[in-house]
Nanobody
Framework: QVQLVESGGGLVQAGGSLRLSCTAS????????MGWFRQAPGKDREFVAL????????YYADSVKGRFTISRDNAKNTVYLQMNSLKPEDTAVYYC?????????????????????WGQGTQVTVSS
């Protein structure tokens, strides 16, 4: 199995930036698509961003498109989520997830139920 650990969350003002990191252990992430999801208390977990095995394909939720960037560094076994122009509605626990699938086409890789492994989450709070 692969273990995922998120870091980089915190408290920022609206308009600020954060970079989340997800470091894997146990297995290389080379052949895993990697995704970020988020969940606010009392709300459903929602898709944020996806990057395919190769890193050549990325997908974003409409709510974060143009503001967030997902990337991967396989040499460091790490996936990142750069978050810019943060809004109060971005406040949530952010989870890193891995799926043993290419996901280059995106289809079938936007639902949390499809993923195989999850991190513990990191809290992001954006104040107004």
């Amino acid at each position: 199995q692969v273990q995922l650990v998120e870091s980089g969350g915190g408290l920022v003002q609206a308009g600020g930036s954060l970079r989340l990191s997800c470091t894997a252990s146990g297995r290389t992430i080379t052949y895993y698509a990697m995704g970020w999801f988020r969940q606010a208390p009392g709300k459903d977990r929602e898709f944020v961003a996806l990057i395919s095995w190769s890193g050549d394909n990325t997908y974003y939720a409409d709510s974060v498109k143009g503001r967030f960037t997902i990337s991967r560094d396989n040499a460091k076994n790490t996936v990142y989520l750069q978050m810019n122009s943060l809004k109060p509605e971005d406040t949530a626990v952010y989870y890193c997830a891995a799926r043993d699938f290419d996901c280059s086409g995106g289809h079938g890789c936007f639902a949390y139920e499809e993923y195989d492994f999850w991190g513990q989450g990191t809290q992001v709070t954006v104040s107004s």
